[in-house]
Nanobody, 125 residues
Framework: QVQLEESGGGSVQAGGSLRLSCAASKLTVCAAWFRQGSDKEREGVAA????????YYADSVKGRFTISQDNAKNTLYLEMNSLRPEDTAMYYCAAGPFYVCSSTSWSISSRYYSWGQGTQVTVSS
């Protein structure tokens, strides 16, 4: 198991930016960001395979969000730009085995074995 801790959430106006961080207790081979809004199911936002050469994004965030990782610091990031009110949610980072990072599996939350406690992002119009 790997311990995960998110930070960087907050309140911003529409069009603004935030950068989320997720500190991991050890290197994760497949890491992802999920989010869950009020009365909504948890959804995959983005995922990255160790090495940073393979990334996946939900259609709703493509071109606005960027996932990255610093292996030396065991830290995962989510750069969020052009934020919209519909991006309001609790954001979670997750760690999973290597095979989860594929185009067909990355967004399935049950495939991940470790989760952070979440950080709230609120976007006002």
């Amino acid at each position: 198991q790997v311990q995960l801790e998110e930070s960087g959430g907050g309140s911003v106006q529409a069009g603004g930016s935030l950068r989320l961080s997720c500190a991991a207790s050890k290197l994760t081979v497949c890491a992802a960001w999920f989010r869950q809004g009020s009365d909504k199911e948890r959804e995959g936002v983005a995922a990255i395979r160790t090495g940073g050469t393979t990334t996946y994004y939900a259609d709703s965030v493509k071109g606005r969000f960027t996932i990255s990782q610093d292996n030396a610091k065991n830290t995962l990031y989510l750069e969020m730009n052009s934020l919209r009110p519909e991006d309001t949610a609790m954001y979670y980072c997750a760690a999973g085995p290597f095979y989860v990072c594929s185009s067909t599996s990355w967004s399935i939350s049950s495939r991940y074995y470790s989760w952070g406690q979440g950080t709230q992002v609120t976007v006002s119009s």
